[in-house]
C-alpha cells in the first residue's frame, strides 16, 4: 500500500483549509444491569467493559486500564507501520506489547499514599526488518514516537475538563 498517494490529498486539502483537520472523537459509557460493567459505544463499536477482578469485578472483561494500554498498543502499532510503509522500510512484521503497573489500594481508597492510577507504562516494539538499515530504524523509531497520537498524548496530558448534569 502506498501510504503517501493515500495521505496526499489529506494533507493537501488540510493545508488549504487548517480548520478541516481538526475532528472530535467521542466515546460514550452506558450503565449496565450490574455496577461493576458498562458498555462502551465508539460510534462504531459496542464494546464490554468491566470492574478489574482486583477491584471486584467478574475479570472476564475489558477493565478501563485494559482499554487504556490497548488504544496505546493500537496507535502505536498501526503509527509504527504507516510510517514504515510511507518511508519505505520493509518491514517482515511489527508487533508492540504495552504493560502498566498500578497499585490498586490507591483505586479501592485503601491507602492515601498509593496513587491512583498507572505509575508506570512500557510500550514494547518488535520489529522484524532484517534488510532495514540502522538508519532507517532509528528514523522509524523516531517518527513513530512523534506522530503516535495515544503516546503524545499520555507524555503530554490535554487539559480535561469534566461537567456534571
Known amino acids: 500500500m502506498d501510504i503517501r498517494s493515500l495521505q496526499r490529498p489529506l494533507k493537501d486539502r488540510y493545508r488549504q483549509d487548517p480548520s478541516s483537520s481538526i475532528i472530535t472523537l467521542t466515546a460514550r459509557g452506558t450503565q449496565t444491569d450490574a455496577p461493576i460493567s458498562c458498555s462502551v459505544d465508539l460510534g462504531r463499536a459496542i464494546y464490554k467493559a468491566e470492574a478489574h477482578k482486583g477491584v471486584g469485578g467478574a475479570g472476564t472483561g475489558a477493565c ?5 494500554l490497548g488504544a496505546l498498543a493500537a496507535c502505536a502499532q498501526i503509527t509504527c507501520q504507516m510510517v514504515a510503509a510511507a518511508m519505505g ?7 508492540v506489547t504495552v504493560e502498566g503497573d498500578l497499585d ?36 522509524l523509531k523516531i517518527k513513530t514516537e512523534q506522530y503516535c497520537v495515544v503516546m503524545q ?7 480535561i475538563e469534566n461537567n456534571w448534569k
Do not use: C
Not at 478501563?64 to 487504556?68: A, C, I, T, V
Open 104 to 139: 490498586l489500594q490507591g483505586t479501592l481508597g485503601i491507602s492515601k499514599e498509593a496513587p491512583v492510577g498507572f505509575q508506570k507504562i512500557r510500550v514494547n516494539f518488535e520489529i522484524r526488518a532484517p534488510q532495514a538499515t540502522a538508519e532507517q530504524l532509528s528514523a
Open 64 to 68: 478501563s486500564g485494559d482499554l487504556l
Open 153 to 159: 498524548t499520555l507524555q503530554r496530558p490535554p487539559q
Open 89 to 95: 522500510i520493509p518491514t517482515e512484521g511489527i508487533d
